[in-house]
């Protein structure tokens, strides 16, 4: 290298952030964390002292935010239908019609399900964990499943069907049972048993 060689990028070292990167607040780091140890592993057996360590928060920062861990466990779900809610709308603003819409979504969970990291349902892992229905878990995961199946229905009479509430509600279970084989399973046979289903629905 000479004198009027440009010089060389200061070197990182790897899996160091830049100095000028931003860094999550103590909340969002808990709630990914919460996001991936509750659908891996599961609400129960996650406890309060492993969410603090593995979000390198104090016990006084995670209180401040959440008060308490269920209060953390209704975040991570309204996280969850957050992300379907949206996943879903990009899928009616992208495709034209209800029938269209439905194919593509369909698409979106058979892929889902047959991924290594697939473990079923983040509401129904929830629900089997909290045994009253009135518990404030149990109504979120309610109001969750009245959305997905309103937004069925939408679908279902955008695409002519003449039941449409009919065929959302066989819909949905067929997606229950799809995500309960693909994990428990066979994810394939899944996935493939989702498709019949859907495809007899639509052609109503």
Same mark, same amino acid.
């Given at each position: 290298?000479?004198?009027? *060689? ?121 629900? *089997? ?63 493939? *048993? ?11």
């Amino acid at each position: 290298m000479t004198v009027d *060689s440009p010089q060389p990028a200061v070197q990182r070292l790897p899996g160091r952030p830049r100095a000028d990167s931003p860094v999550p607040g103590a909340r969002s780091r808990v709630l990914t964390t919460a996001d991936r140890l509750f659908y891996g592993e599961g609400v129960r057996v996650v406890g309060v002292d492993r969410l603090i360590a593995e979000s390198s928060v104090t016990k006084a920062t995670f209180y401040k935010h959440f008060g308490a861990k269920d209060t953390l466990v209704l975040e991570y779900l309204a996280g969850r239908h957050d992300l379907e809610a949206s996943e879903l709308a990009a899928l009616v603003e992208a495709h034209d019609g209800g029938r269209a819409t439905l194919e593509a979504y369909l698409d979106v969970v058979v892929a889902r399900v047959q991924t290594v990291s697939f473990r079923g349902s983040a509401f129904a892992n929830a629900a *089997s964990e909290f045994s009253d229905p009135t518990h404030p878990v149990r109504v979120a995961i309610a109001e969750h499943r009245e959305w997905l199946t309103g937004e069925m229905v939408s679908l279902f009479k955008a695409a002519g069907h003449p039941l449409p509430g009919d065929a959302a509600d066989d819909l949905v279970l067929a997606l229950d049972g799809a995500q309960v084989g693909a994990y428990a399973g066979d994810a394939i046979a899944a996935a493939a *048993s989702l498709r019949r289903t859907a495809e007899r629905l639509l052609a109503a």
